[in-house]
């Protein structure tokens, strides 16, 4: 079986920004996870090209909209990699076959009768490439997501019979696990509930998109194109037959993990559209909230938006990781706070995490010749051997649930945990006693196991320090064996060598403005 995760496909109006290194990251941690635990995993992420918003963009800018593409889409391609993001494939809207694959799955839907032409009326937001629920007063109104005046649109387009679906879509979205997290399934259900309307899938005025076969001047609506990438991106090195192909090649999504903003486009129209063309649905939608920057919507205008190249340069990726997947529930709105950020880095990897293996270590490599101290196993009941089954087991349930927040906070804890276990033991008092040795050694070697399930327990979540943690503890993780496996107590070995500790994560300042 496979794990089809994607990202949305981002706009190429503008390079990343932090929101969408979010969702990417959170992604990268799930694919990573599923890995780890032995699935075959495709990790799909890429670019959404087409359309008014990057028509204009373009314009503005004096270039040809594929030159525009062409930079913005390295761009993102290259942040991606700087942010060792783990994708297995990255799509580009405009390639071609992409096209093929629109084309092909156009053909399904006309097939089944669902294509017809009609006259779109309507107020446009064209920052969302989408048609507004006609809001009052609606020349003055403005977008509350980009806060731009709506454009009056009257043109003939061609319209998919979305209103066909009514009672599938009804069926789907009410599936336990379809939609997460419940509120915003509850608000789909609300939407649905009104009744759904036909909605237009070409357009007139638009010359960069895709062309719709057999009528001159209509290019496809992007969005429907831009679904469409999902399953493109699997067969993204075929020249024919490429809908099939996609189809056989791990075809549905497991999980498609999009902003609340664009949740109805992928659990309604996006599974009535693969209805149509007699595709399977994905299985889950996850909408996650939207990330403020003290309290306030980031913006441009507001000139608080936060670079996410100056915080990967400035701090690195795993402490951006860990404030992001931490601190942020999964499906709730989050706010970057500057302060508590540097706290959070910290208290959490600094402290809690680097200094736990670097003062053990350092313990360990002096009273015992550099190396892990045999297993003494003196004591009848190992608290700490507990608390880390424990963590382990609901670390693993929470990750299989999607709370990557409450997964991290299992291992934090462990640490914490640790750390008291240290403390209250005070192997740094028991070993003046020549009689205490055996015992010191069981410390010292509960203490180093802990910290090696704590390292084994971050890789998905933040790969990079815990490849540190792994160095610092010998290179001990084995590939040969499941990471699962690995996660069973005890299989530190005895007696080998610990390198000279270095930190592993240094203490960030806290700077007024970042
Ligand atoms: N191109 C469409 C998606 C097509 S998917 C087939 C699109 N692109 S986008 O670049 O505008 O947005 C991508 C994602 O970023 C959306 O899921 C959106 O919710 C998310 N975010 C945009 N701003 C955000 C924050 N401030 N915080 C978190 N995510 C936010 O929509």
């Keep these: 079986m496979t794990f089809v995760i994607t990202t949305p496909l981002y ?107 009609g006259v779109q009326k309507g107020w446009y937001c064209v920052g969302c490439e989408e048609f507004k629920d006609n809001p009052e007063n609606s020349s003055t109104y403005k977008c509350p997501i980009h ?133 399977k649905v994905p299985k889950k939608v996850f909408g996650h909230g939207f990330l403020t920057r003290e309290g306030q919507k980031m913006g441009k205008s507001l000139g608080n938006v936060l670079d996410p190249d100056l915080l990967l340069k400035k701090y690195g990726n795993d402490p951006v990781r860990w404030y992001l997947i931490k601190d942020i529930s999964l499906g709730n709105d989050g706010d970057f706070q500057d302060k508590r950020f540097v706290d959070i880095i910290n208290n959490d990897l600094a402290n809690t995490i680097g200094n736990l293996l670097n003062r053990t270590s350092s313990m360990s490599r002096k009273w015992f010749d550099n190396k892990v101290p045999n297993n003494e196993k003196i004591s009848s009941k190992n608290k700490l051997e507990n608390y880390a089954k424990i963590a382990v087991e609901n670390y693993i349930y929470n990750f299989d649930n999607y709370k990557l927040d409450l997964a991290a906070n299992e291992v934090l804890n462990l640490a914490i945990n640790t750390n008291l276990y240290l403390n209250d033991n005070q192997p740094w008092v028991l070993i003046k006693e020549k009689d205490n040795l055996p015992l010191v050694k069981e410390i010292i070697y509960n203490v180093l196991e802990s910290t090696r399930i704590i390292g084994l327990l971050l890789l998905p979540l933040l790969p990079e320090l815990s490849i540190k943690i792994n160095e610092q503890l010998g290179s001990i993780y084995r590939e040969e064996i499941s990471w699962k496996k690995q996660l069973i107590w005890g299989l530190l070995v005895s007696n080998s060598s610990l390198p000279k500790p270095t930190p592993i994560i240094n203490k960030l300042e806290y700077e007024q403005k970042l």
């Design 147 to 279: 806060q731009k005046n709506l454009e009056w649109k009257n043109e003939e387009n061609l319209f998919f019979r979305l209103s066909k679906y009514q009672k599938e879509i009804e069926k789907i979205i009410n599936e336990p696990s379809f939609i997460e997290p419940i509120e915003r399934k509850n608000e789909i259900i609300n939407f649905v509930s009104r009744g759904l309307k036909d909605f237009s899938i070409s357009r007139t005025n638009v010359t960069w998109g895709i062309p719709v076969p057999g009528y001159d001047n209509h290019t496809f609506y992007v969005w429907f194109d831009a679904l469409l990438g999902y399953v493109s991106a699997i067969s993204s090195d075929a020249t024919e037959h490429s809908l099939e192909k996609s189809i056989n090649g791990g075809w549905p999504a497991d999980v498609h993990l999009i902003g609340k903003d664009i949740l109805r486009f992928h659990a309604v129209y996006w599974p009535a559209m693969l209805i149509s063309a007699k595709m």
């Design 11 to 117: 706009y190429v109006n503008d390079k990343p920004h932090l929101g969408s290194v979010y969702t990417t990251i959170i992604c990268d941690s799930i694919a990573r996870y599923k890995r780890l635990a032995g699935e075959e995993v495709i990790f799909i992420t890429g670019v959404d090209e087409h359309g008014l918003k990057i028509q204009r963009t373009a314009n503005e800018k004096g270039i040809a909209p594929k030159s525009h593409c062409d930079e913005i889409s390295e761009i993102f391609n290259n942040n991606w990699k700087d942010w060792n993001i783990s994708f297995d494939k990255f799509i580009r809207t405009s390639s071609k076959n992409h096209e093929f694959v629109v084309n092909e799955f156009y053909e399904r839907v006309k097939a089944s009768d669902d294509i017809y032409m």
